[in-house]
């Protein structure tokens, strides 16, 4: 690739639950039907960690046993005690510790109980950093910032968090406040390829016909080579009919999450990280209707946003 | 006439010019990439300016579809959409109509096609097509002419060739912006040099800001094309740009500048890149070849664009048919290597060092001297020695 900078791989594991008809999960592995052949293959944690060895990323994670946020029942539980023992099968098999970071990803579902037996297995093994996993699959937003302020307390201090499939700029600030690191998503990328661009405001939508005929930039106070070049009219011809639409779209949408990243580290570094949350949310919700589990979650994150909500009146809540 | 043109270097019939026009001023001989409807496929400006572009083309048929004609002219033109700082040449339509639609038929009148949005017949007139084109706003601007396959034979190509007499006048008339848009005639006539020597003499009595060379590049053989080049840039001025529609492959590019000619478009770079295939001083690299997975030098050694400067054969193997990525960093390179045989045309007649520049480009082609004959005749007549590049004939060969 030449990629000068950083890589992180994930263990393979998600893919194929998600993208292959016929994956299984057992305790030896995940197996699945090879796309190419039809073969019936296993993927075990000792083959993801190879893998992930030979491919050289900076941070690998371990294969985990993962289940949708939504499920219930003994199968969480399950999963979540694999995971466990699926972590010591990936530490014997990562042949690279003193270059590539084996991360350990938390599991649980959205049960309390199990997220803590999770959380302190994989504490003991002083691993070099920790994800919380198993989110950003359909729950309701008020569960899963209660996980991910669950994980923040109990995962150490001094070693990254970061949370997986998140996702949105909102759920992003959230997060932050509750002290996580990092976090991945597709979300900024494919809805550049729905024409949707993320600006401070929420969204906006380039397809729709206002855009036509609109001089701005996609975001005046963006400074990425797309709002510096082109206006929103010319991305509206665009978008949906060639390439170059979602191309454009996509760098100014990751330009928007890089300057997040930015922010939310200097706002902090700087001693203004409650300012920024404050201009974060009122930019997004300028009539004071910010969502209220953002609301309890800032709470619990001892950030004062009272300033950016609307006071509750009998129609709301 | 919105345009100045200054040889500043020849070598026979070759030239090295400065074209200055409106939005830039550029040196020829150039290629210009194919933008189609304002974007060329995966560059963005910052890039196609880093690699040296100084004209694109726009389609004026695509363009009067989406966005169309009026948005674009609200919107202050084509350059002012796009953000182009530099130079545009607009086509007049005629051609798509012609290759795109099925239903698409030639009178007096224009070209009547069954719009592709809602099935109505329309006309594309002479007017019209330089109505759309004052609104787009190109530097250069083509006449709408009747254009016939080069395989035409037949009542058909005089006609065409008489018909595209008449309606530059036309075009002329309807022009509204001469001052700052240049409207160049088109030379048709076929392979027919009795047709095409009268269409020349109708369109240099025009006294037009410059002049291309039309209904080439249609499958013709290549004995065919360069002779119609040859007689066309012997014919027309000398001091205005002679611009050969449709070329095209390097080699033929180079064969024209000898012959005289100045400015080319063509869509086979990018579009040879969606297939996979690079251009190289060699000729040409095709990265879905297997023995690319492992190759890790750059596509070309010799080329300092970006994608050589970054990426690996091995690479671009693995994206090539699978990723969007594969294509736009081939279409990078291509069209780097387009700017830079441009560059190099214009700076080696400019320094007297033609004749080498094209020996160079064969010997790098047919390393073994099999040059082309028709390539050895259009040098002959372009009074270049490439002797020294030609194998000698054995009895197998000619």
Same mark, same amino acid.
């Given at each position: 690739?030449?990629?000068?900078?950083?890589?992180?791989?994930?263990?393979?594991?998600?893919?194929?639950?998600?993208?292959?008809?016929?994956?299984?999960?057992?305790?030896?592995?995940?197996?699945?039907?090879?796309?190419?052949?039809?073969?019936?293959?296993?993927?075990?944690?000792?083959?993801?960690?190879?893998?992930?060895?030979?491919?050289? #990323?900076?941070?690998?994670? #371990?294969?985990?046993?993962?289940?949708?946020?939504?499920?219930?029942?003994? &199968?969480?539980?399950?999963? @979540?005690?694999?995971?466990?023992?699926?972590?010591?099968?990936?530490? #014997? $098999?990562?042949?690279?510790?003193?270059?590539?970071?084996?991360?350990?990803?938390?599991?649980?579902?959205?049960?309390?109980?199990? &997220?803590?037996?999770?959380? &302190?297995?994989?504490?003991? &093994?002083?691993?070099?950093?920790?994800?919380?996993?198993?989110?950003?699959?359909?729950?309701?937003?008020?569960?899963?910032?209660?996980?991910? #302020?669950?994980?923040?307390?109990?995962?150490?201090?001094?070693?990254?968090?970061?949370?997986?499939?998140?996702?949105?700029?909102?759920?992003?600030?959230?997060?932050?406040?509750?002290?996580?690191? @990092?976090?991945?998503?597709?979300?900024?990328?494919?809805?550049?390829?729905?024409?949707?661009?993320?600006?401070?405001?929420?969204?906006?939508?380039?397809?729709?016909?206002?855009? $036509?005929?609109?001089?701005?930039?996609?975001?005046?106070?963006?400074?990425?080579?797309?709002?510096?070049?082109?206006?929103?009219?010319?991305?509206?011809?665009?978008?949906?009919?060639?390439?170059?639409?979602?191309?454009?779209?996509?760098?100014?949408?990751?330009?928007? @999450?890089?300057?997040?990243?930015?922010?939310?580290?200097?706002?902090?570094?700087?001693?203004?990280?409650?300012?920024?949350?404050?201009?974060?949310?009122?930019?997004?919700?300028?009539?004071?209707?910010?969502?209220?589990?953002?609301?309890?979650?800032?709470?619990?994150?001892?950030?004062?946003?009272?300033?950016?909500?609307?006071?509750?009146?009998?129609?709301?809540? | 006439?919105?345009?100045?043109?200054?040889?500043?270097?020849?070598?026979?019939?070759?030239?090295?010019?400065?074209?200055?026009?409106?939005?830039?001023?550029?040196?020829?001989?150039?290629?210009?990439?194919?933008?189609?409807?304002?974007?060329?496929?995966?560059?963005?400006?910052?890039?196609?300016?880093?690699?040296?572009?100084?004209?694109?083309?726009?389609?004026?048929?695509?363009?009067?579809?989406?966005?169309? +004609?009026?948005?674009?002219?609200?919107?202050?033109?084509?350059?002012?959409?796009?953000?182009?700082?530099?130079?545009?040449?607009?086509? /007049?339509?005629?051609?798509?109509?012609?290759?795109?639609?099925?239903?698409?038929?030639?009178?007096?009148?224009?070209?009547?096609?069954?719009?592709?949005?809602?099935?109505?017949?329309?006309? *594309?007139?002479?007017?019209?097509?330089?109505?759309?084109?004052?609104?787009?706003? +190109?530097?250069?601007?083509?006449?709408?002419?009747?254009?016939?396959?080069?395989?035409?034979?037949? !009542?058909?190509?005089?006609?065409?060739?008489?018909?595209?007499?008449?309606?530059?006048?036309?075009?002329?008339?309807?022009?509204?912006?001469?001052?700052?848009?240049?409207?160049?005639?088109?030379?048709?006539?076929?392979?027919? !040099?009795? *047709?095409?020597?009268?269409?020349?003499?109708?369109?240099?009595?025009?006294?037009?800001?410059?002049?291309?060379?039309?209904?080439?590049?249609?499958?013709?053989?290549?004995?065919?094309?360069?002779?119609?080049?040859?007689?066309?840039?012997?014919?027309?001025?000398?001091?205005? !740009?002679?611009?050969?529609?449709?070329?095209?492959?390097?080699?033929?590019?180079?064969?024209?500048?000898?012959?005289? +000619?100045?400015?080319?478009?063509?869509?086979?770079?990018?579009?040879?890149?969606?297939?996979?295939?690079?251009?190289?001083?060699?000729?040409?690299?095709?990265?879905?070849?297997?023995?690319?997975?492992?190759?890790?030098?750059?596509?070309?050694?010799?080329?300092?664009?970006?994608?050589?400067?970054?990426?690996?054969?091995?690479?671009?193997?693995?994206?090539?048919?699978?990723?969007?990525?594969?294509?736009?960093?081939?279409?990078?390179?291509?069209?780097?290597?387009?700017?830079? *045989?441009?560059?190099?045309?214009?700076?080696?007649?400019?320094?007297?060092?033609?004749?080498?520049?094209?020996?160079?480009? *064969?010997?790098?082609?047919?390393?073994?001297?099999?040059? !082309?004959?028709?390539?050895?005749?259009?040098?002959?007549?372009?009074?270049?020695?490439?002797?020294?590049?030609?194998?000698?004939?054995? /009895?197998?060969?000619?």
């Amino acid at each position: 690739m030449n990629w000068k900078r950083a890589l992180l791989t994930d263990s393979g594991g998600f893919q194929m639950v998600s993208l292959l008809h016929l994956a299984d999960i057992t305790e030896k592995g995940v197996t699945f039907q090879s796309p190419v052949d039809g073969k019936r293959m296993l993927l075990t944690p000792e083959e993801s960690i190879q893998i992930q060895n030979k491919i050289g #990323a900076d941070i690998i994670m #371990a294969l985990d046993d993962v289940v949708k946020t939504t499920t219930i029942g003994p &199968r969480v539980e399950e999963a @979540m005690y694999r995971t466990l023992r699926w972590i010591d099968r990936c530490l #014997a $098999a990562h042949q690279k510790p003193a270059v590539q970071n084996l991360f350990g990803i938390v599991q649980g579902g959205l049960d309390p109980v199990l &997220r803590d037996i999770c959380l &302190r297995g994989l504490v003991e &093994r002083n691993l070099p950093g920790y994800a919380i996993g198993g989110l950003s699959g359909g729950e309701d937003k008020d569960s899963f910032w209660r996980v991910v #302020a669950q994980c923040t307390a109990a995962l150490p201090e001094d070693k990254p968090r970061y949370v997986m499939g998140v996702g949105y700029p909102l759920d992003i600030v959230v997060c932050s406040a509750l002290g996580a690191d @990092m976090y991945d998503c597709v979300y900024p990328t494919r809805t550049a390829r729905f024409g949707t661009a993320l600006i401070p405001e929420g969204v906006l939508k380039l397809k729709h016909k206002v855009m $036509a005929s609109d001089e701005r930039p996609i975001d005046p106070t963006c400074s990425c080579m797309v709002c510096k070049n082109y206006t929103r009219a010319y991305i509206h011809c665009l978008v949906t009919k060639d390439a170059m639409g979602s191309q454009l779209l996509s760098y100014h949408n990751l330009s928007y @999450m890089m300057r997040l990243s930015r922010d939310l580290h200097t706002s902090i570094v700087e001693g203004r990280f409650p300012q920024f949350v404050q201009g974060f949310l009122r930019a997004q919700f300028p009539k004071g209707d910010v969502p209220k589990w953002v609301c309890n979650a800032m709470e619990v994150a001892g950030i004062d946003i009272s300033a950016c909500c609307a006071p509750l009146t009998s129609s709301q809540n | 006439m919105a345009l100045r043109f200054e040889v500043v270097g020849r070598f026979n019939r070759a030239r090295a010019a400065r074209l200055t026009l409106p939005h830039f001023v550029c040196q020829t001989p150039l290629f210009m990439p194919v933008g189609t409807q304002g974007t060329i496929k995966g560059l963005t400006n910052n890039q196609l300016e880093d690699i040296g572009c100084q004209i694109i083309l726009g389609n004026t048929y695509h363009l009067a579809l989406r966005p169309g +004609a009026d948005l674009i002219d609200e919107l202050g033109g084509l350059h002012k959409l796009m953000n182009w700082k530099r130079a545009l040449l607009t086509d /007049s339509g005629g051609f798509q109509m012609v290759s795109l639609l099925h239903l698409a038929d030639i009178t007096e009148k224009g070209v009547t096609f069954q719009s592709p949005v809602d099935g109505k017949r329309m006309l *594309l007139t002479p007017e019209e097509s330089i109505q759309i084109q004052n609104k787009i706003g +190109a530097d250069i601007i083509m006449a709408l002419d009747d254009v016939v396959k080069t395989t035409t034979i037949g !009542p058909r190509v005089e006609e065409a060739m008489y018909r595209t007499l008449r309606w530059i006048d036309r075009c002329l008339a309807a022009h509204q912006k001469p001052a700052v848009q240049n409207l160049f005639g088109i030379v048709q006539g076929g392979l027919d !040099p009795v *047709l095409r020597d009268i269409c020349l003499r109708g369109l240099v009595e025009r006294n037009l800001p410059g002049y291309a060379i039309g209904g080439l590049s249609g499958g013709e053989d290549k004995d065919s094309f360069w002779r119609v080049v040859a007689q066309c840039t012997a014919a027309l001025p000398e001091d205005k !740009p002679r611009y050969v529609m449709g070329v095209g492959y390097p080699l033929d590019i180079v064969v024209c500048s000898a012959l005289g +000619a100045d400015m080319y478009d063509c869509v086979y770079p990018t579009r040879t890149a969606r297939f996979g295939t690079a251009l190289i001083p060699e000729g040409v690299l095709k990265l879905k070849h297997k023995v690319m997975a492992s190759d890790e030098r750059p596509i070309d050694p010799t080329c300092s664009c970006m994608v050589c400067k970054n990426y690996t054969r091995a690479y671009i193997h693995c994206l090539v048919t699978k990723d969007a990525m594969g294509s736009q960093l081939l279409s990078y390179h291509n069209l780097s290597y387009m700017m830079r *045989l441009s560059r190099d045309l214009h700076t080696s007649i400019v320094e007297g060092r033609f004749p080498q520049f094209v020996q160079g480009f *064969l010997r790098a082609q047919f390393p073994k001297g099999d040059v !082309p004959k028709w390539v050895c005749n259009a040098m002959e007549v372009a009074g270049i020695d490439i002797s020294a590049c030609c194998a000698p004939l054995t /009895s197998s060969q000619n």
